[in-house]
């Protein structure tokens, strides 16, 4: 049962909330002509009243399963969503943490554990700590072989 509402209410609406933020954020970034630029539309600074609390709401969900909801089968993709949900509230020390967490505590699911690397690194190049975000993407190579 904890598997069931753990996936089909509280990771399906928290993941929709995140997904619409990002989209609206995205939206409302403006690139600079004037500077390279980026492949990624990183959050700058604090995101607009509405979707901080969209983010706020998808994370206090998912914390649902984090803590309740401990024997089923999706805490990995809760913690996943709270760290991009940190990522786009522009806290990028946190979700480099929860990241990490990730990557250290769940290594088996091969898919999961790239995504957690690439979200890991784009987390670090916000803070400008190349050498560690560099270090995750050769992490994610090793994952990349045959």
Avoid: C
Avoid at 11 to 16: E, G, Q, T
Avoid at 94 to 122: G, Q, V
């Amino acid at each position: 049962m904890q598997n069931l509402t753990a996936r089909y209410n509280i990771l399906y609406n928290a993941r929709i909330l995140i997904d619409e933020s990002e989209r609206l954020l995205e939206e409302a970034y403006r690139d600079d002509y004037t500077r390279l630029i980026p492949v990624f539309k990183e959050p700058v600074g604090e995101p607009a009243g509405t979707e901080e609390q969209n983010l706020d709401k998808a994370i206090a969900k998912l914390n649902v399963i984090v803590s309740e909801k401990v024997s089923s089968q999706y805490v990995d993709d809760a913690y996943f969503l709270i760290a991009r949900a940190n990522h786009l509230k522009s806290g990028f020390f946190t979700a480099a943490e929860l990241f990490d967490y990730l990557y250290r505590s769940y290594p088996d699911d091969r898919e999961k554990t790239l995504m957690t690397l690439a979200w890991k690194a784009r987390s670090l190049t916000a803070l400008q700590n190349y050498a560690e975000a560099g270090t995750a993407l050769d992490s994610a190579e090793k994952y990349l072989g045959p």
